[in-house]
């Protein structure tokens, strides 16, 4: 990456018209720090969100309130590499241009597990198995009692008017 970086600022951002891309790409290159996974998939809250983007951290959070797509689906693409659902958007040059604000540094791409964790706050995710299982019962008694009412009603019913 940060050969990729040098020859960048070597040979294509020569130009005078390159020269603030060349300053972004050299600050980029020098300041860089490089995270695990779980030291940022742990900013995962409203005023604190955190991105991977090809191979990228961003801070995204002052950005979120002002983020075109809202800052939901900011908060939904972390804890995870987002590389895909930013691609997927389909993002402008003007989006993409923006990203270096936010760019807090490199991401080791080895401690990103293939499938969605979740660290600190849980979204969507039920722990407690027990509530699941007693809703299964009810599922099943709930309509058996109803059935067994009916019953009584009717030999009641029948009884009386014999
Ligand atoms: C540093 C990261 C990001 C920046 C700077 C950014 C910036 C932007 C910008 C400027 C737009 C307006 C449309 C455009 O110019 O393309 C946009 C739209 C959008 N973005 Fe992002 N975005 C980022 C990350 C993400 C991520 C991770 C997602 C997750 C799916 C996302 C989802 C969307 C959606 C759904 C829209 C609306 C598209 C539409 O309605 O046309 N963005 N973003």
């Known amino acids: 990456m940060h050969t990729a970086i040098s020859l960048l600022t070597k040979n294509t951002l020569k130009s005078p018209q390159n020269l603030h ?12 720090k490089t995270f695990v996974f779980n030291e940022v998939s742990t900013h995962n809250k409203t005023k604190d969100c955190w991105l991977i983007i090809e191979g990228k951290v961003y801070d995204v959070t002052p950005f979120m309130e002002d983020h075109p797509g809202g800052d939901e689906v900011l908060l939904a693409a972390t804890g995870k590499d987002a590389t895909n659902d930013f691609e997927d958007v389909g993002h402008s040059e003007d989006a993409r241009g923006m ?26 995710y039920n722990p407690d198995k027990t509530s699941a299982f007693i809703i299964k019962i009810l599922q099943f008694l709930v309509p058996l009692l109803i059935l067994g009412l ?3 009603v009717r030999s009641y019913t029948k009884d009386k008017s014999a």
């Open 99 to 124: 990203m270096h604000k936010y760019y807090i540094g490199e991401i080791d791409t080895s401690t990103v597990p293939l499938k969605r964790v979740f660290v600190g706050k849980e979204r969507n």
């Open 150 to 152: 009916a019953f009584a």
């Open 21 to 32: 891309l060349q300053q972004i790409y050299q600050s980029m290159a020098s300041s860089k």
